[in-house]
């Protein structure tokens, strides 16, 4: 896969704690090596799962009022795509309609002038 469009940014807790073949990197020349991105997802993973086990789950009680307005303006911001969605999509057929009619009386006008 090329890779010189893709930066990685890896906590440099996971850098340090890396121990097996730390000397690979994920990117070698212009290409990701997955492999090596695999291993530094899972060890990240593996982090994360200790730091949960050890500290718990975040208590989200108190952001349930933020989490909910949060999903209502999602919504919206759906429901409004969605609308831009069937007006272009009206639009469209109304445009490729004209460029019909456009293409149409073209002909005709070659037509006549041919004559």
Do not use: W
Request: charged share 30%; net charge negative.
């Amino acid at each position: 896969i090329k890779g010189n469009d893709i930066s990685f940014k890896i906590p440099d807790e996971v850098v340090h704690q890396m121990t097996s073949s730390s000397s690979q990197d994920i990117q070698e020349e212009d290409k990701i090596n997955l492999v090596r991105l695999i291993e530094v997802c899972n060890y990240a993973l593996e982090i994360l799962s200790k730091h949960l086990r050890r500290g718990g789950l975040p208590e989200l009680q108190n952001e349930i009022h933020f989490i909910n307005n949060e999903l209502h303006s999602h919504k919206g911001h759906v429901h409004s795509v969605q609308s831009l969605r069937h007006s272009l999509s009206k639009l469209k057929e109304k445009l490729s309609m004209k460029c019909t009619e456009l293409e149409e009386m073209l002909s005709i006008l070659k037509q006549q002038q041919e004559e």
